[in-house]
């Protein structure tokens, strides 16, 4: 599917909620796409993409970036305290944000930068002992917690469980954002990002629907 066959149904999931399109973030998620994949997607213009591994992110975007000019990039997969500077340095928003020692490394970075990149605080949402993520009930604190570090939390990040409906999860999200004033709904893939923009997804991560299905990794 073309990336402006899915910002259409962006658009039009967006007017069946009553909002507007030009709210809603598209990520294009690249991560173990061949550059040819991405390459196209760039000749559209788009700007906005999501890895999940620094490395493979490293080995990528400077050139593409020497290629096509500044990027709009975000971290969506977990980050290890060790590789948090290069994140920093790489990307402008976090969306795996998920534990206070990781808070602390990024709030050191920041104030030796002199800028807090965006972040999104990962909701374990379904209490999934395999993913990562603040549990629903340790939210509201580490959310105060990051604001206390002086980070720029921008909203709240969830992966609904893959067999439960995700619409209540999403909704559940919602709620858990609203409650602490934050406006960033970071929600909604390939397979249900209609769904999360009915309950106000800010940025969806679409990945094989734009892309096609991810190449193997190698090894």
Do not use: Y
Not at 6 to 16: E, F, L
Not at 22 to 45: F, H, W
Not at 131 to 140: H, I, M, N, Q, R
């Amino acid at each position: 599917m073309s990336i402006q066959e899915i910002k259409t149904r962006i658009n039009n999931a967006a007017t069946d909620a009553g909002r507007s399109g030009d709210d809603i973030s598209l990520i294009a998620v690249s991560k173990v796409q061949p550059n040819e994949r991405v390459q196209a997607v760039l000749e559209t213009g788009h700007k906005t993409f999501g890895e999940n591994r620094v490395q493979e992110a490293l080995g990528k975007w400077p050139d593409f970036q020497q290629n096509f000019g500044e990027m709009d990039l975000h971290l969506i997969g977990p980050l290890q305290t060790n590789k948090a500077r290069q994140a920093v340095e790489l990307f402008g928003t976090i969306h795996s944000v998920d534990r206070p020692k990781l808070a602390i490394t990024l709030a050191k970075l920041a104030q030796e930068r002199g800028a807090s990149p965006d972040i999104f605080i990962q909701v374990n949402i379904g209490e999934e002992p395999q993913k990562a993520g603040v549990l629903p009930s340790e939210t509201d604190a580490f959310v105060a917690e990051c604001r206390e570090l002086e980070l720029v939390v921008k909203g709240l990040m969830c992966i609904p469980p893959v067999q439960e409906e995700a619409s209540l999860h999403f909704a559940l999200l919602a709620k858990m954002a609203e409650r602490n004033g934050l406006a960033g709904l970071s929600m909604g893939m390939s397979d249900d990002f209609e769904k999360a923009i009915q309950f106000g997804a800010t940025h969806i991560r679409v990945g094989s629907a734009i892309f096609g299905a991810r190449a193997p990794a190698a090894g």
